[in-house]
């Protein structure tokens, strides 16, 4: 498997090639245009495909199955091919989750949860409070003709995601992951993609398969009042959840909130701490989880964001004021 990572990661180095001239006579369209094409295709063809995450000269690969039913309900199966079993199985609004850590178990979402961002079949146009989209040039990616856009952060706070897309379809063939200097920290390569008329026999499947049962999320779980708050975070992030909750590995009990500015997730973790140490931080591909424990309490910062950005987070975290008796 290291042996493919290096590969691909070689295959990634290669230039651009001229297009041909089928592609010569394409329409041009702006960056904005392909990246809804590409929500438009994720979320209404019917699709085979293979790729492998690699990072850290490891690679990670996946088989994905997308299609429609009759009734124009999205049916998709998500597996993670190496290691113990993972799948994420999705009927219209209802996912399921099969991991060996925890029982099977469904919640009701639009989308499912995969090494692919969700804003990509989404409205995109929720990206350009903190993003710029450009237009780049064309290449060949696993035999196709493909477009690069770049989706390029507006502050230096935040990495920049590199797209290849179908030239015919505008379905995702490669993503990068880069610095603001174009230091590659983590790809996405497709090793096979099949497009086909209807849905497919493993998909067809899936409808007639019982899900596990739908967790009922007590209202107000998401969104409790906590004792922390973070006061800086780069433009448009927003807070989408805010728990506290025990840590299965430890069963230490933790504030938690997540941020998202859409297209990039970051997670905060609080809870006391008797140690007292300085920051150390781990990178993991372009995922940093940095940690530091100061006055009795650790906090913990996971995120696709630089290492500076993550302690300029945590170094914001601070104790809500006492509401005055």
């Not at 990206?127 to 696993?142: D, M, T, W």
């Amino acid at each position: 498997m290291k042996l493919l990572a290096y590969t691909i990661l070689l295959v990634s180095m290669s230039l651009p090639v001229i297009a041909d001239e089928a592609d010569k006579s394409t329409e041009i369209k702006s960056a904005e245009s392909w990246l809804n094409q590409l929500s438009q295709s994720l979320n209404t063809l019917n699709f085979s495909t293979s790729f492998v995450v690699v990072k850290n000269n490891h690679a990670e690969p996946y088989h994905w199955f997308h299609g429609m039913d009759e009734k124009g309900n999205q049916l998709e199966i998500l597996s993670l091919l190496n290691g113990p079993r993972r799948d994420v199985l999705r009927k219209g609004n209802v996912v399921s989750y099969i991991e060996p850590e925890l029982p099977p178990y469904s919640i009701i979402a639009n989308h499912l949860k995969g090494p692919i961002p969700n804003i990509l079949r989404g409205d995109i146009s929720l990206l350009s409070k903190a993003y710029n989209f450009n237009l780049v040039g064309k290449s060949r990616i696993l035999g196709r003709s493909a477009q690069l856009i770049r989706i390029v952060s507006k502050e230096n706070n935040r990495y920049g995601y590199w797209l290849w897309l179908d030239q015919k379809t505008g379905l995702l063939l490669k993503l990068a992951i880069v610095t603001k200097k174009g230091q590659l920290l983590e790809q996405i390569q497709f090793t096979h993609l099949e497009i086909t008329e209807s849905a497919s026999l493993t998909l067809t499947q899936l409808q007639t398969t019982e899900l596990p049962k739908t967790l009922e999320i007590p209202k107000g779980y998401q969104q409790q009042s906590l004792s922390w708050q973070v006061n800086w975070l780069p433009e448009g992030f927003e807070r989408i959840n805010a728990n506290r909750h025990k840590i299965n590995a430890t069963q230490q009990k933790v504030e938690f909130m997540l941020f998202s500015d859409g297209l990039v997730d970051v997670s905060v973790y609080i809870n006391p701490s008797a140690e007292q140490r300085a920051v150390d931080f781990v990178m993991d591909g372009a995922t940093v989880a940095l940690n530091q424990a100061i006055n009795g309490f650790e906090i913990s910062v996971v995120g696709k964001i630089p290492s500076k950005t993550a302690k300029r987070i945590a170094d914001s975290v601070a104790l809500l004021p006492r509401p005055k008796p």
